[in-house]
């Protein structure tokens, strides 16, 4: 297998538990840090054989980078949508709680 498979396996596990309703940050997190660990080792790649940076494998991995990016941040987008409607009910909650 090679990094760069290793890389998308990574982005699809991720994707997956980001496409979960219940959310399981911890798998999350550690999956976050492989695909740090991955893209790392294929930086340092580059700078040994800047030629990698041509190939169609690293185009794929810049626009699988992209897409993972985008869903986290949609994911954290509608997280803190959901907090907040979650803050507001319990505020009006509150507010009744007053008048038992």
Not at 31 to 59: F, G, M, Y
Request: proline residues 1%; positive net charge; charged residues 30%.
């Amino acid at each position: 297998m090679t990094i760069f498979d290793r890389l998308r396996d990574t982005d699809h596990q991720l994707l997956s538990h980001l496409d979960n309703l219940e959310l399981n940050t911890e798998e999350i997190h550690a999956l976050v840090d492989i695909r740090e660990h991955i893209i790392k080792t294929l930086i340092a790649a580059c700078e040994r054989n800047p030629r990698l940076k041509q190939s169609e494998e690293w185009r794929l991995a810049v626009e699988e980078t992209k897409q993972v990016t985008a869903k986290m941040h949609s994911k954290t987008e509608q997280l803190g949508l959901s907090l907040r409607k979650f803050r507001h009910g319990k505020k009006s909650l509150q507010q009744y709680q007053k008048f038992i």
